[in-house]
């Protein structure tokens, strides 16, 4: 699911007006990738904090979970930078061009994260 994206996101950003190079589309990608992973991850941690009963996101230690939070995103831009890269890009790119992949608009593919986000908001303040 997540190559997939990733790929969408590279035609995506191709097929606008503004021609970019192709290690800026990938790091676009890459970018766009770890938002949808680190929204995923957030709302997995409300999730896990409040099943729990946990005491983890308390006000006055707001800065531990932020702290966490970036760490997360710093790591899995990496990871995500490694891993859709080089052979792995080939094998994605080939298995979309089998499916006929298109690219939809932009803003499309980034109402994902930022629904995941508004989620992971809604289910913070009800904790």
């Not at 709302?43 to 409040?50: A, E, F, G, S, Y």
């Not at 006055?60 to 899995?76: E, K, N, R, S």
Request: with cysteine.
């Amino acid at each position: 699911m997540f190559e997939q994206l990733f790929y969408k996101a590279i035609l995506s950003y191709k097929s606008q007006p503004k021609k970019r190079k192709h290690q800026k589309l990938i790091s676009l990608a890459t970018q766009y990738i770890t938002a949808v992973h680190l929204g995923l991850l957030c709302v997995l941690c409300i999730i896990l904090v409040r099943a729990t009963n946990s005491s983890f996101l308390r006000f006055y230690d707001i800065y531990t979970p932020i702290g966490y939070f970036i760490l997360a995103g710093i790591a899995l831009y990496i990871f995500n930078s490694l891993f859709f890269n080089g052979k792995r890009l080939l094998q994605i790119k080939n298995n979309a061009i089998k499916e006929n992949t298109k690219g939809t608009e932009v803003w499309k593919l980034w109402m994902i994260p930022l629904v995941l986000f508004g989620l992971s908001f809604i289910l913070f303040k009800t904790t």
